[in-house]
């Protein structure tokens, strides 16, 4: 706005309800009393640390390939159209252009197409993430002297490296390569992604219920799906 100009309405950014249901997940161990009695360790502290164990792997699954009904909605189950054709509500996916593999010819291209093809705003604190496989095969991608120029390895050890400066997130939920597999995900993950935890983890625990033995049951619910189509 200018000296003595008069400011107006901003054109600002468009909201919409997005419903994310959390479902109910249960884990229930049973323990023979006489185990719990008589082990030389703390048993219970073992079942808890197993059934957090659980969740953690069965959310793990669902973040990724779930179906929304009684579970999270998986990110890679939304409609996936051309990222040319990329409209809100569906995700958008660069083809290597060879059914299961990256092309023989310069193969990093598709993939230096895939990071550009997420908005420079979602670039800062975006990821990769794809199956151990799939990095694998990216890390054998060489220059025409013989480097592997795509991936630089984490010195710390605290992740999975870099492709072209982008982290790594390895994820064997996300689909190997294979025919028409999406098997790179990248995206902004805190600005697409929504994970809804309505309480902690709750435990019951019933040693009247069948004599002799002790039941932990352990409860929480969660849900998730993506927020923001263009940030993934």
């Given at each position: 706005?200018?000296?003595?100009?008069?400011?107006?309405?901003?054109?600002?950014?468009?909201?919409?309800?997005?419903?994310?249901?959390?479902?109910?997940?249960e884990?229930?161990?049973?323990?023979?009393?006489d185990?719990?009695?008589?082990?030389?360790?703390?048993?219970?502290?073992?079942?808890?640390?197993?059934?957090?164990?659980?969740f953690?792997?069965?959310?793990?699954?669902?973040?990724?390939?779930?179906?929304?009904?009684?579970?999270?909605?998986?990110?890679?189950?939304?409609?996936?159209?051309?990222?040319?054709?990329?409209?809100?509500?569906?995700t958008?996916?660069?083809?290597?252009?060879?059914?299961?593999?990256?092309?023989?010819?310069?193969?990093a291209?598709?993939?230096?197409?895939?990071?550009?093809?997420?908005?420079?705003?979602?670039r800062?604190?975006a990821?990769?993430?794809?199956?151990?496989?799939?990095?694998?095969?990216l890390?054998?991608?060489?220059?025409?002297?013989?480097?592997?120029?795509?991936?630089n390895?984490?010195?710390?050890?605290?992740?999975?490296?870099m492709?072209l400066?982008?982290?790594?997130?390895?994820?064997?939920?996300?689909?190997?390569?294979?025919?028409n597999s999406?098997s790179?995900?990248?995206?902004?993950?805190?600005?697409?992604?929504?994970?809804?935890?309505?309480?902690?983890?709750?435990l019951?625990r019933?040693?009247?219920?069948t004599?002799?033995?002790?039941?932990?049951?352990?409860?929480?619910?969660?849900?998730?799906g993506?927020?923001?189509?263009?940030?993934?």
């Amino acid at each position: 706005v200018g000296e003595n100009e008069a400011g107006g309405e901003t054109t600002n950014a468009k909201f919409a309800m997005i419903e994310i249901t959390a479902e109910e997940m249960e884990a229930e161990p049973w323990v023979y009393n006489d185990t719990l009695e008589d082990s030389d360790y703390n048993l219970e502290t073992d079942v808890s640390d197993e059934a957090g164990i659980a969740f953690a792997e069965a959310e793990g699954t669902a973040f990724i390939t779930g179906d929304g009904v009684k579970k999270a909605r998986g990110i890679a189950t939304y409609p996936m159209v051309a990222n040319a054709s990329y409209a809100w509500g569906k995700t958008g996916y660069i083809a290597t252009g060879v059914s299961g593999d990256f092309a023989a010819s310069n193969p990093a291209d598709k993939v230096i197409d895939l990071l550009h093809s997420l908005k420079s705003v979602y670039r800062g604190g975006a990821q990769l993430m794809m199956a151990d496989t799939t990095l694998g095969k990216l890390r054998q991608i060489k220059d025409g002297s013989g480097n592997f120029y795509l991936f630089n390895p984490d010195p710390t050890g605290n992740f999975a490296g870099m492709v072209l400066g982008v982290p790594v997130i390895i994820d064997d939920n996300v689909a190997a390569m294979g025919a028409n597999s999406y098997s790179i995900v990248y995206a902004n993950f805190k600005r697409a992604y929504r994970i809804v935890d309505r309480r902690g983890i709750t435990l019951i625990r019933d040693n009247l219920t069948t004599k002799g033995t002790t039941k932990f049951n352990f409860r929480k619910r969660v849900g998730a799906g993506i927020k923001n189509f263009e940030a993934v």
